[in-house]
């Protein structure tokens, strides 16, 4: 399957060096899904995540839930070799994965702004497909559609309302909880950013 451009741009050294930005906050990552998971009383074995990176959100889970399966789809093949080390997982693109086996849990953070909006249907279909209770999004908002510059790249951030178009996409689907995360909050990590969990 041909890569967009915005796949190689993490394939690329960009991605390898964004591995040293993300290494090292398992605590906070912990205290933030706290608030999202357990205030919300989910109950969950399993978790799959599209765009892991090296692990830090899967490593977070298991400190909350000890016995968790996890697996990571990542891209980035230097990411991908910290990954393994604790999760099961795939080195490639979200949109050829494929698996028959379906997880309590699908989570994105901080993936769907960084793909070509022309995929983010495929990537809903992702969530939604292999996912067997819920579904959580950890992702910058914007009512309306706006491309951001990217440290200096242009086409590699994109502002939505993810949300929104994934319950259009789903309607079945309903919505447990949303909320928002301050960057300022003692226990945050990285910039602002709006949650919402669902459930199928």
């Given at each position: ?5 915005q796949?190689?741009?993490w394939m690329s050294?960009?991605?390898?060096d ?5 290494l ?26 599209f ?32 990954l ?23 989570l ?40 951001v ?6 086409n ?6 993810f949300a929104?178009?994934?319950l ?6 309903k ?9 300022n909050d ?9 949650w ?5």
């Amino acid at each position: 399957m041909k890569k967009t451009n915005q796949e190689k741009f993490w394939m690329s050294k960009f991605g390898d060096d964004y591995i040293k930005r993300n290494l090292h906050h398992e605590e906070a990552v912990k205290r933030n899904f706290a608030k999202i998971l357990l205030k919300n009383n989910i109950e969950i074995n399993s978790c799959l995540e599209f765009g892991s990176n090296v692990g830090v959100n899967l490593d977070a889970l298991k400190l909350l839930y000890s016995n968790l399966d996890t697996f990571g789809v990542e891209i980035n093949a230097k990411a991908y070799e910290v990954l393994k080390k604790n999760h099961d997982g795939f080195n490639g693109s979200v949109y050829e994965y494929k698996n028959k086996k379906r997880y309590d849990l699908t989570l994105s953070s901080g993936v769907l702004i960084h793909q070509n909006p022309k995929k983010l249907k495929s990537f809903y279909d992702q969530l939604y497909v292999n996912s067997k209770k819920y579904i959580l999004i950890c992702e910058y908002f914007n009512p309306k559609p706006v491309k951001v510059t990217y440290r200096g790249n242009e086409n590699k951030l994109f502002k939505r309302d993810f949300a929104k178009e994934l319950l259009s996409n789903y309607p079945k689907l309903k919505v447990i909880d949303y909320g928002f995360v301050w960057s300022n909050d003692k226990y945050a990590w990285g910039d602002d950013y709006n949650w919402f969990l669902f459930s199928k």
